[in-house]
């Protein structure tokens, strides 16, 4: 086996967990062989993108049911009607206290709460995907799974003063608790 395919395959499987290993980890049982119908457990996936998104190429240009598939979307294209796209939102608590903005960007995420500029004092909050595994989390075998591409120390100064609690988690259960993430494909699957 050649080391691209070797390394594309890990590259797939550390970017492509995100997407595919929460959605369908029930799912992949067969639904005939239950004895009684059940319904759809609810999925709910925060993606989080640290550099950015050719913005031109992921919004869509109307709003609405019926909106035209945007380029970076058309491989959902057939699963449109199941998911939503929400645009124009700012998260001003995320905007940093000076230099720092990846930090205090990936803190504030899906917390919306402004990260403090500290390597010791870590003061956050609860993140929406901690609120949405204790509302809906109980109807799944696993009610929360933080998924990643590189792990990383949470102690120190990672970004001009933050604390690498912030640089490195989007998942906090509650202001002082980041959730890590699973990087290791193998251990995501088991």
Known sequence: MSIHRVAGRRAFLAGGAAIVALPFLESIEMRSARAQAQPMARRLIYYYVPNGIHMATFKPTATGAGYPTPAMLMPLDAL?????VVTGLENAPAKPDGPGDHAAGTASFITCAHALKSETNIQLGISADQVAAKAIGSA????????????GSTAGNCDSGYGCAYARNISWSDATTPLPKLTDPIKVFD
Do not use: E, Y
């Open 140 to 151: 799944t075998r696993i009610a929360s799974m933080q998924i990643g591409m590189s792990g």
């Open 80 to 84: 449109k009607s199941d998911f939503s």
